[in-house]
């Protein structure tokens, strides 16, 4: 008696299983956050729209690499789009995980993207860079800016950070008076990704760079690189304790709770700043472009941008949503939905610009004009990771910061296969 | 009272359908197959795929043909710097953390077994960490050694202490992720270890208390050795568990700073997933594989556990 209701339950579970594909037209990777919060706000308003059921797929910041690279490299066809951080594209399209939009744009008789995309953001979805086709469309404006208490700056002094000089005499005058529990600057110096993310500014300021031109020699231990590292660890010496672990949650709630003054943070933190539930720094933080060192500052750029996968099993309705997606009219919505835009129309727009809490967009668009992009190579994880770990030695007083570049140039030549 | 059949149903049971005959035949086979394709698919395949995959060279590019690469993922461990210093740290930290969990959690079981015997809430208190996933345990330590909000330096602050970075920092770093694990992993011992001690026989401790042996006495000449297989299988499962390290140290401090707290474990994530390079991480993991196996089988010998 009680095995044929086993046996049809087992059978019924098989086939729920086997048809869950079929639920959704499109399926779309997307990480955890406000990004994917507002792919998956636009994915439900394509659907009442269009009728096409589009399925999004929410994973951690890693997990969207390791996910989408696996979809890739087995030619799963899990993903027909991918929500990708800009450093990945290169690892993606040269590996051949991405499809060329060249023939889609040419159905749709069009050469390409249309200009209203800033050309910075644009330039990334080009592989090469801002050379070769299309393998992707710009979606979130991410670039970094300089986040400070204006008001405790001029305290110490500096009313506009221009220069890291004048970031470094108002953060050691504002720890000096803060007895340990107040601190001028912050930064993200956890191992890895963090602590690159937050050092790069600095090296590109001081005019250092990780390669050459033509990425045929590793250049970060130079004169350049020596300079950006001295103020590097001069800003260390101002900064929390146990900075050497700290990530974007912890300068960011640094930041809000009120406990430092300043530090390099991404467009999508504004939005928490000015949220009284969640600071008490609401209308107190200015936004500014990255300070000059020796060269005029530049912010690392670090879209989101939408590709499709080449095993993807629906290529042109993937190709339509992203479409739809990065139109002026739903780039505007996922503006208001807390993601920094792509198109210039939307950043000034004055519908928003007239708005408090996109007060920063004019500094954003300038900064992701004069944005530097991280080196493009195929093995930049591995890149981040080896000079991730120098950074953080030299952070962690276990290197000097000679040894830290020192150390840094030989494990990047190893890994690019440079020497 | 029965009521009989009629004699066409009764014939239509005995035959039944072909395929219903078919199933009561091989039901057995049925029963038992989804259990064999789940270990298959679980443990066999993954196995001999690893196996293939550390003699491969296998690129993230899916158009371009695996390579044999012979055993240059395993001499590759020989030079590869990360690795060694994955290995120094596991091991650093499986020695430090099993040993004091050991005599943490034997301490306790002595106590609560000869002084408190009757305390279940206090028992039950105490295991309740090892009941906790153990991300929830490393999010939690997170939070502790927070260090600006962290309620471990504001004690410290309270008391005039100077603050400390706690994970943050490289010196304290590794001893933080100890202190976590044994917090989490002591009730694991005590549990063991007082089960142990309740099965050990009266008869040899008033033997001995009449022949006037003191209790250090007692406790190194029978407890200890009457507890031995209980100790060694305890500190068994929880070396092999502690080499496998991966969750605690993946929330806490992402193997920084300055690498003190890289494990293999992180370090095989890092090579598989993050670098897509699947066959180093292989090697790496096969690796892990036979020196659990050799210290394992080595361990079993010397305790004289088969016997």
Known sequence: ?419 | MTRALPTSTLSHRARGSGLEQWVERHLRILMLAPAMLVLLALTIFPSAYMFVAAVTRISPNPDLPWEFAGLQNFTRLLTDQQFHIGLRNTLVFTVSSVTIEFLLGLGLALLLDRYVRKLNVLKTLLMLPMMLPPVAVAITWKLIYEPQFGILNELMFNLGLPPQAWAGDARLAMLSLIIADVWQWTPFMFLLMLAGLASLPIEPYEAAAIDGASAWRQFRDLTLPFLKPVIAIALLLRIMDALRLFDLVFILTGGGPADRTKTLSLYIYQVAYRFADQSYAAAISLFVLFATVAFSTWFIKRMRLAE
Request: charged letters at 20%.
């Open chain 1, 1 to 419: 008696m009680v095995r044929r209701p086993f046996l049809a339950m087992a059978f019924a579970l098989w086939s729920l299983a086997a048809i869950h594909p079929a639920w959704a037209d499109i399926t779309v990777l997307v990480p955890s956050g406000s990004e994917g919060d507002g792919l998956r706000a636009a994915a439900a308003d394509y659907a009442k729209l269009k009728g096409t059921k589009v399925e999004i797929v929410q994973a951690p910041y890693n997990n969207v690499f390791e996910q989408a690279a696996n979809a890739g490299q087995t030619k799963s066809g899990a993903f027909d789009i991918v929500l990708m951080d800009d450093p990945w594209i290169p690892f993606f399209a040269e590996n051949g995980h991405l499809e060329d939009l060249t023939p889609y744009f040419q159905k749709a008789g069009k050469d390409g993207p249309d200009d209203d995309f800033l050309s910075k953001s644009l330039a990334l979805c080009r592989n090469p860079y801002n050379s070769g086709p299309y393998i992707c469309l710009p979606y979130v404006g991410n670039a970094q800016m300089f986040f400070y208490d204006a008001a405790k700056f001029k305290e110490a002094g500096i009313e506009e950070p221009k220069t890291w000089d004048d970031v470094l005499k108002a953060a050691k005058a504002l720890t000096d008076k803060g007895g340990g529990r107040y601190f001028g600057y912050v930064f993200r110096g956890g191992q890895g990704n963090p602590v690159v993310a937050d050092f790069m500014p600095l090296f590109w300021s001081y005019g250092a760079n990780l390669f050459n031109e033509d990425r045929s020699k590793v250049t970060i231990d130079t004169p350049e690189g020596a300079q950006a590292m001295k103020m590097f660890m001069a800003l260390r010496d101002v900064s929390p304790k146990g900075v050497e672990s700290y990530n974007a949650n912890e300068v960011g709630q640094a930041l809000a709770a009120g406990t430092a003054a300043s530090s390099i943070n991404w467009p999508n933190w504004v939005a928490t700043f000015e949220d009284p539930t969640q600071s008490r720094m609401v209308g107190k933080i200015s936004y500014t472009g990255i300070p000059a060192g020796t060269n005029p500052g530049s912010s690392e750029i670090g879209h989101w941008t939408m590709g499709i996968m080449a095993a993807a099993k629906n290529k042109q309705e993937a190709f339509d949503f992203m479409q739809w997606a990065t139109s002026p009219e739903q780039i505007k919505v996922s503006a208001e939905r807390g993601n920094p835009p792509v198109r210039t129309s939307t950043f000034t727009d004055p519908d928003l610009t007239k708005q408090e809490k996109f007060r920063h967009y004019p500094v954003l668009m300038k900064a992701i004009q004069a944005s530097t992009p991280r080196p493009r190579h195929p093995k930049w994880p591995e890149i981040e990771n080896a000079f991730g770990i120098e950074l953080s030695k030299a952070v962690a007083g276990a290197e000097t910061p000679e040894e830290a570049l020192k150390n840094a140039q030989a494990a990047v030549e190893k890994i690019a296969g440079t020497k």
